[in-house]
């Protein structure tokens, strides 16, 4: 582990003391608040300055139907995503930040009454722990206690990502959902680079080679995963260029759910999903990837991933699923949009 501490330690140091705002990130992952649905940009204005200044996320993990549920979000940083989840978790939902580094928790802890007053709150569901994403038992995360882990551009500075996937399983409900943002390669970063602190700090070095994460969340017992958007990422650093550039890098939003009746191919046993338009801001669609867009009351064929998605899941009261499994067609025809922006594929199971 003393390799894995030292790039912790790194990681720590860019990010506690390097960094003192966005603005001097050397990329263009940062999500910024217009690029985010207006229900969410409202949230946003609610949240402490100082909170959103320290922010440095590349994606919008929020993803719906959170009332009433309880949420981890794996290295919180300032708390900008916890304090938005909190809102949207609404009062009888609780939140759970944790970071490893000090400084950014501090800013997250001293705004928690400012939120709990802007939000309308009678006291706040939010609590920040100091502890390691490899490592949520020491964090008192205990096991099936969670309904959503999100992550915003963290899991990627991780030394061991297995480990990582592994401790998100364990801590989720059966049932539950894995839905984070992070930076993908096109191909596998080569070893004299995965180290540079410039490098990791701006979350390329140990950025995801697409299929090391599928190889990766398989083993962790989740064989099907999808990718619910994209964008691509610009080296906007000269020397950042000159040390990395041969690779394309692009932030994907992905969900994953613990559902034990997955499997690793997409099967068709004839199954139909409808949408019911009852997801609170969402009664015309529901877009569950990149290529599944349920509009309210339309039948649509869908494999059997995508049944036990839908219907083992906290989605479950917002859609009817008909069919079983008593008869089996073969592998489904399923494939993601066509002209995705990113050299990097997005293929899941289903693909």
Not at 151 to 178: A, H
Not at 281 to 291: G, K
Request: include cysteine.
């Amino acid at each position: 582990m003393g390799e894995a501490f030292q790039t912790l330690d790194s990681v720590k140091e860019y990010y506690g003391k390097i960094l003192q705002s966005n603005q001097d990130l050397k990329t263009t992952a940062c999500c910024t608040t217009a690029s985010l649905p207006e229900s969410l940009r409202t949230i946003v204005q609610q949240i402490h300055p100082e909170v959103s200044e320290k922010f440095y996320g590349c994606g919008a993990p929020f993803p719906p139907a959170l009332e009433g549920k309880t949420v981890l979000d794996l290295g919180c940083g300032s708390g900008r995503d916890s304090y938005l989840l909190s809102k949207l978790v609404g009062p009888t939902g609780r939140v759970i930040g944790i970071d490893m580094t000090e400084e950014q928790l501090s800013v997250a802890r001293r705004h928690e009454a400012f939120h709990t007053q802007a939000f309308g709150f009678e006291k706040s569901n939010v609590s920040f722990r100091k502890g390691y994403i490899e490592d949520l038992e020491s964090a008192d995360v205990p096991s099936g206690s969670i309904d959503l882990v999100v992550s915003n551009c963290v899991l990627n500075l991780s030394p061991d990502k297995k480990r990582v996937l592994g401790e998100i399983v364990r801590v989720l409900k059966p049932g539950g959902e894995l839905y984070f943002s992070d930076v993908f390669a096109s191909r596998r970063v080569p070893p004299n680079l995965a180290q540079d602190l410039t490098l990791l700090g701006e979350c390329l070095a140990g950025a995801w080679y697409l299929e090391d994460f599928r190889r990766l969340l398989f083993i962790a017992g989740i064989p099907d995963y999808r990718v619910v958007n994209r964008s691509g990422i610009q080296l906007t650093s000269p020397e950042v260029i000159q040390k990395i550039g041969m690779i394309d890098f692009a932030s994907l939003t992905i969900r994953a759910f613990k559902i034990s009746t997955l499997e690793d191919r997409c099967e068709d046993y004839g199954q139909v999903a409808y949408y019911l338009g009852s997801i609170p801001d969402m009664p015309h669609a529901f877009v569950l990837d990149d290529h599944h867009l349920f509009k309210t009351g339309m039948p649509v064929l869908v494999c059997s991933n995508t049944a036990s998605m839908l219907s083992q899941s906290r989605y479950r009261d917002h859609f009817r699923v008909t069919g079983d499994l008593s008869t089996h067609y073969g592998l489904f025809d399923c494939a993601p949009t066509v002209g995705a922006p990113s050299q990097i594929p997005a293929t899941g199971a289903c693909c």
